[in-house]
Structure formats: structure tokens, C-alpha cells
């Protein structure tokens, strides 16, 4: 999923092919690439010239695995598995848009279709809102952002949040209904300004920080949340 999203929109040689040394080109070893453990067991560095590894790979498969053990520890089975889906598109989605400042349509469309879908037909013991309060909630989560980054911009005078912040709002309230959308964007926001005061990103005010990775995270904590996990 790292690798996904660090070669996302390359030219179509580069996207493709074996893994390789971001440095210098070497193809790497089945053994490299077993997650976290190969980048402990290299220290960090490239086999063949020691370049640094980006810890974005590590942390990005330390995310996928608690994604993956969350649900599994706190929501009974078929819950668990969907919020395991839900969680490693959104993972995708995330690192993409921390690599690359942009949301792409081909996840974000299909996650909002997913939502809808789930809502008209849900499995059973899913959490979920009726079909009708699932098109309310894209519709209203998509206007609001919409008027949000409108306003930012007459305010600023640039661009603050992307159309794909707003397919990404929609989607969320696709799977969490519209009553869910005040918790989405606090928690998301509470999550940005805390990394933006972390970063020192507020002292610097040409700073550009991606809202999607906060937004990711705030609808998954929400989902679960929904499904009844307690923390
Ligand atoms: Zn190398």
C-alpha cells in the first residue's frame, strides 16, 4: 500500500515492476520486503548503498496491521471484517493523499458506491444507516464541504480543502448516516490541528498540509465506534 501510494500517477514504467531502492535502483529480496521486520532487520537502510529508508513504509504497514487487529479484537466477525475493508481503503486513501496532496475519484467514487451499497443491502450485525439516511448523509456531507472550502477560499484567497476532501466527506456519509457528520469533521479537525501545531505548520502559514490522512482517520474511529468497539 506504501508502494501504491509513494508510485501513484508515475509514468506506467515506473508504477509497475518489482520493488526497488527508492535511491538507488536495486530490485529488492523477498526477505526485505516482509513488513516492519525487514526494515528492523536492515536497520533502516538500503542493502546495496545504505541509503535511508523512509519510515513512512513501516509506519504505513504498522497501520495495515492494526487495522487489521482492532476489529478483530473488539467487533464480532462479519462487523470486524468489514471494518477491516473499510480501514485498509482508507489506509490507501491516506497514504496517497500524504504522498501525493490528492484523493483520487477511482478509490473515493467506489468507497461512496460501497456505502450505498451496504446500507441498501447490510450484513447482518453491521451497523449502518437506512439506504435513505446513507443518500442524505453523501448529499449533505458533500454540500457542506463544498461551502466549507468556498468560503475558505473568498476568506484566503487559495484553496484550502480539495473536491476530493469533499467525495471523501460524501463517502463517509454514505457508511455513517448525517447525524454522524458533526463527530467526523471534529475529530478529523482536532486530528489536523494537532498535527499542524506539531509540525509548526500554523508559524508557517505557506505550509500545505493534506486533510484527507485526518478525515481517513476520523471516519474509521467513527465506524467503529458505531459497530460498538469501546475504548
Ligand atoms: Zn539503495
Known amino acids: 500500500m506504501a508502494t501504491v501510494a509513494v508510485r501513484w500517477e508515475e509514468a506506467e514504467g515506473a508504477a509497475s515492476g518489482r520493488s526497488r531502492c527508492r535511491a538507488c535502483g536495486v530490485v529488492l529480496r523477498p526477505a526485505d520486503l516482509i513488513p516492519i521486520v525487514g526494515y528492523l532487520a536492515r536497520r533502516g537502510r538500503c542493502r546495496a548503498c545504505g541509503g535511508a529508508i523512509p519510515l513512512f513504509y513501516p509506519l504505513a504497514e504498522l497501520a495495515a496491521g492494526l487495522i487489521g487487529a482492532a476489529p478483530l479484537l473488539l467487533l464480532p466477525p462479519l462487523p470486524a471484517l468489514v471494518a477491516a475493508l473499510l480501514g485498509w481503503i482508507l489506509l490507501q486513501l491516506a497514504l496517497i493523499d500524504f504522498q501525493r ?32 439516511m446513507a443518500l442524505f448523509g453523501a448529499a449533505i456531507g458533500y454540500a457542506i464541504f463544498c461551502v466549507t472550502a468556498l468560503l475558505y477560499e473568498r476568506l484566503r484567497g487559495r484553496m484550502g480543502l480539495g473536491g476530493g476532501d469533499a467525495k471523501l466527506i460524501a463517502a463517509a456519509g454514505a457508511w455513517l448516516g448525517p447525524l454522524a457528520l458533526p463527530n467526523l469533521v471534529l475529530v478529523g479537525s482536532l486530528s489536523a490541528l494537532a498535527v499542524a501545531v506539531a509540525s509548526g505548520a500554523l508559524r508557517r502559514p505557506g505550509m500545505v498540509l493534506p486533510f484527507g490522512p485526518h478525515l481517513a482517520l476520523a471516519f474509521w474511529l467513527v465506524f467503529m465506534r458505531a459497530q460498538g468497539a469501546g475504548w
Not at 110 to 122: E, Q
Open 101 to 132: 496532496m490528492l484523493l483520487p475519484d477511482r478509490l473515493t467514487l467506489p468507497l461512496l458506491a460501497a456505502g450505498l451499497a451496504v446500507a441498501a443491502v447490510p450484513p447482518p450485525g453491521v451497523v449502518l444507516p437506512s439506504i435513505g
